[in-house]
């Protein structure tokens, strides 16, 4: 948006602007409205859930979140979760 602000290929800048700020608004609402509420912060960002606990796979919850293992060790070996045996 903002490229198209810079390069003027609509030729009118004022329309460029008013997308800008109305894009920085309702980002800027959104974030301030999910601050303040769970319920519409789990609309806006989804729940979260939990793949390991207490040690232990909840292969259910990878089921419901169409999630493989291969996936989840594919997330863990690249927040360095996981030691690489060789």
């Known amino acids: 948006m903002a490229a198209e602000v810079i390069t003027g290929v609509d030729g009118n800048i004022i329309h460029g ?24 912060r789990d609309l806006a960002e989804g729940k979260s859930a939990v793949f390991i606990k207490d040690g232990k796979v909840m292969e259910d919850t990878l089921k419901k979140e169409h999630y493989t293992i291969d996936d989840l060790n594919s997330l863990l070996r690249k927040k360095m ?3 690489l045996q060789m």
Not at 17 to 40: E, H, M, N, R, W
């Open 81 to 83: 979760c996981l030691k």
């Open 17 to 40: 602007l008013i997308v800008l700020v109305l894009f920085f608004g309702v980002t800027y609402a959104v974030d301030v409205i999910s601050l303040k509420s769970k319920k519409f």
